[in-house]
């Protein structure tokens, strides 16, 4: 059961909106190595697994990967919130303003649509585990990239 504490995790501020950033964190959002694909893998991974204590351990990454949807999408919101009223910055990415509304949405940065195809679950839990190794490892590779 999930319940949602309706307070971020950390405080999100911008202090100077930036669309092209907001852009960038749209791939942190919903792109194959972002904190949805993450939230959804870790979920599912532990839906199938018979094991209780690792199930457990798999639905409460998720449920972490789904606090950190909540901050990053909330960030790019904030970063993305010029194309909703300023013209001249939705002209700058017409496909962020329109499909996405001037916010988040089921895209990455280039306005793919998130699908489940970016999810390894095998059912095999020692496979399973080695993905979401290399998958935080891709996504923090992104986050210093992005720096």
Known sequence: MYHHVKKLMFTVRVDEPDPRFGNMLLEQFGGANGELAAAM????????CEDPDRK?????????ELSHLEIVGTLARMHLKPMKFDRQAAEADPLIAIAGGGGVNLFNSQGNAWTADYLKITGELDVDLRSNIAAEARAKDRLRAAD
């Open 41 to 48: 893998q870790y979920s599912i991974q532990g839906l199938n």
């Open 56 to 64: 457990d351990l798999l639905m409460d990454i998720g449920t972490e």
